[in-house]
């Protein structure tokens, strides 16, 4: 197969919208004595609309350091052969990394999963599922200049997580759903339940990740600070005093519950794909009553979202007319 190495034996692609807890979970993952957590390779060769790079800077740790152009794993010379030949960018890692016999991608990339799947024989997928108001409150923590309404994201959110289900169906690609509240609640349990897919069976302390050096490509900047603690002081908002009072400790993150007011998670669920994808996957569960509005609610909010969008069409068409 195309790129592929001797050296690596399986491919576990970490699949999730993003701000949904991929780069802890392929941390853990990577932090086992026979795997490497590889971070989002895909990002090497994405480009920008006018054809440039749209990365310059990619091993996290290194970044942070200020040593990325010389990172044993992804220093420039091999971001040079990843982008002239990404179909090697597995045997270009296994060059820096021979011990390594599975490889972690969390590159939630849908393009970068259809042609893993083809780069490596044994690829496996991943999908790890995330409450969409807890995602919705990442995205507006991470991306202060983001504009789009929160029912757009939470749109965006549902059509991303069918999509990485449908493709890894379509690929007939080996698939495990793991969902984010339990996996941080309980990471021993999850690593068992996923053994069979992964072939990682769990090691002693294999959560604490911050412990093994590692090279991966970008990052939830959160992660980092479980290796930097001085980082904490970049983290924005809510975040800042989460990371700081859980430092080297898993925990589950629901700053939605002071972002976001019951209204506002309403809004989210008045979508019927938001909530029939959330009951899918198993996210309203025993607290459903306390997350996801009634059905009365989701109908209030669904009117209040349909006449917003007429107001704003009519708005928009009288002023094209100006």
Sequence with gaps: MPGQTNNLKKLVCVMSTNYSGSTVLGAILGNHSKAVF??????????RPDGDWRHHRFCAVCSAAGTQHT???????SVAAIRKDPDRVYQIAAEQLRDATTFIDASKDMDWLRASATRVE??????????????VASVLTRRKRQSHAIEVLAA?????????????????????????????SNPAN?????APLTGLNPEPNQHEFWHKPTHFVKSNPGVLTHYDRELVAREPGLNRDL??????????DEKWREMLTAQQIARLYASPQVHEVSERFGLLGSRRSERAPSSL???????????????????SRLNSKR
């Excluded at 990172?71 to 010379?77: E, I, L, N, Q, S």
């Excluded at 044994?122 to 995602?135: I, K, S, T």
């Excluded at 999850?190 to 996923?194: F, R």
Aim: hydrophobic share 45%; net charge positive.
């Design 38 to 47: 590889l971070g989002e390779p895909a990002l090497i060769v994405r480009r």
């Design 71 to 77: 990172c044993p794993v992804w220093g420039d010379a």
């Design 122 to 135: 044994d690829a496996v997928c991943v999908h790890l599922v995330r409450p969409v108001e807890a995602h």
């Design 156 to 184: 965006r959110w549902a059509a991303g997580n069918l999509e990485i289900e449908r493709t890894c169906a379509t690929l007939r690609m080996p698939y495990k759903l793991v969902r984010y509240g339990d996996f941080v």
């Design 190 to 194: 999850s690593l068992a339940e996923l």
């Design 243 to 252: 990371y700081e009072q859980n430092h080297r400790r898993l925990f589950v």
């Design 297 to 315: 609610a989701r109908a209030q909010a669904h009117a209040t979202l349909g006449i917003s969008l007429v107001v704003g069409a009519v708005y």
